[in-house]
């Protein structure tokens, strides 16, 4: 039997009705109108139609957005010129960092962001916050996919989950969170020997590599709720870091390869936004 596809549109909209009420709350009652910007170097990993993606949605939202596109030529040190200057710009209440190419410093970078203006939830301060459970900033893409989890109407509590990924924006917070809801919590990475050991036994399991087809579906356990957050251009094909023709077919849940982590986790960064208004 076929997995049932986990639908990150629809779960992008309940948060979006949120913070539609939200913004009309801040609006009325502190005459705020939140406003996002958005750095994005040009690069293979910068993703330009993400960065339109998002501007998009914060238009119909009622957001106020700012694009950045920096050349591939941008060094450290003019990213954080510019990052100075935006966090001490009023209309500016929140800051995204895409994804930078391999000669900048994203970990440097994402300090420089002002803690208040961190919807990323990657400044230092609000990991501190985030790690002892006061959750004001949290990582947005782990938020999103604990919502893409909820979803499905499964317990997260008392089951096996296994974050295949250890990176700073999704693998070590996403296995916090599943913590936090009383999971028990294996983390995966490049260096462990036998992936295979450890996923084979996973009731959820969140896949956040970057490289294709890391996980077969020899891999998963029948019934598994699997979460594949990688995106990788192969030709014209974009594929998971899920062979998703093999895995649908042990799986109870799985996350489409377009239309799963993404909508949601755009929703999510934009709630974080509000919030960040909300504590002004």
Known sequence: MA????????????VKEKIKQDI?????????????????????????????????????LGIKCRVFNLPETTTDEEIIHLIE?????????????????????????????????????LHFLNMGDFLI???HMPPFVAKGIVKLIDSTGEKIEGK???????????????????????ATVSI??????DLSAFTEHADILVVAVGHPYTITGEMVKEGAIVIDV??????TRLVGDVDHAEVQEKASWITPITGGVGPVTIAMLLDNLVEACKLL
């Open 3 to 14: 997995a049932k596809i986990i639908d990150g549109e629809q779960a992008a909209v309940e």
């Open 24 to 60: 009309q709350s801040l609006s009325s009652e502190k005459g705020i109108t939140p406003g996002l910007a958005i750095l994005v170097v040009k690069s293979p990993v910068g993703r330009v139609h993400i960065a339109q993606l998002k501007e998009r949605t914060c238009r119909q």
């Open 85 to 121: 200057r935006l966090n001490d710009a009023d209309p500016v209440h929140g800051i995204n960092i895409h994804p930078l190419p391999p000669h900048l410093d994203h970990t440097l970078i994402s300090q420089i962001v002002e803690p208040r203006k961190d919807v990323e939830g």
């Open 133 to 135: 459970g006061e959750h």
């Open 160 to 182: 096996r989950a296994v974050v295949v990924g250890r990176s700073q924006l999704v693998g070590k917070p996403i296995a916090f969170m599943l913590l936090e809801r009383n």
């Open 188 to 193: 995966v990475h490049s260096q462990t020997p």
């Open 230 to 235: 990688g995106l990788t251009q192969v030709g």
